[in-house]
């Protein structure tokens, strides 16, 4: 894990990490995947230096995605926190991340279940104009979403995809 990430960043992005592998299987992927590749994930500076465990569900999403050769649904973003056991838990700043999703064109969002109360009180209807939200309590609840043409899993129906990060 390299570029321009901090501590919590990258406790993020191995509990992600470590989701994925524990759950390679469910995913369609041979437990020992890692055997055969060599992983390196990569933040490229930006005009803010990312530490923060936003980005938890969009990572674990990525991995799903790459390593099950998955498109993530255009238009797509996505924002929580990610547990080493896949539950999402909430993050702060959900208004300004909508906002700024929705004037780059984001047509769906997923945020963590427990931010709904913020979306409720923050944000007006006309601010929600033309974009669908999908809450997430599990990463399955964001890969259902955000990953729409993953084969189907034993455990559940075929999911549903995400592209852009509202991290």
């Known amino acids: 894990m390299t570029g321009q990430i901090g501590e919590v960043m990258q406790e993020s992005m191995q509990a992600a990490l470590t989701w994925v592998r524990s759950n390679a299987t469910s995913l369609g992927l041979a437990e020992d995947f890692t055997r055969e590749i ?32 998955t498109p993530v649904r255009p238009l797509t973003a996505m924002t929580g ?17 909508f906002l700024a999703a929705r004037r780059a064109g984001v047509e769906t969002i997923i945020l963590p279940a427990e931010n709904r109360q913020n979306v409720e009180e923050d944000l007006t209807p006309e601010m ?36 852009s990060s509202i991290s």
């Not at 926190?81 to 991340?97: F, Q």
């Open 38 to 69: 060599d992983l390196h994930i990569h933040v490229p500076a930006g005009a803010i230096p990312k530490d923060g465990p936003s980005a938890g569900v969009t990572m674990a999403t990525v991995l799903a995605s790459l390593l099950t050769d």
């Open 81 to 97: 926190e990610i547990t080493l056991s896949g539950n999402v838990l909430p993050v702060g700043g959900i208004k300004e991340k």
């Open 128 to 163: 929600m104009e033309g974009v669908t939200v999908h809450y997430a309590s599990r990463i399955e609840d964001v890969l259902d979403v955000a990953l729409p043409l993953m084969k189907a899993r034993p455990d559940k129906q075929p999911a549903a995809a995400a592209s």
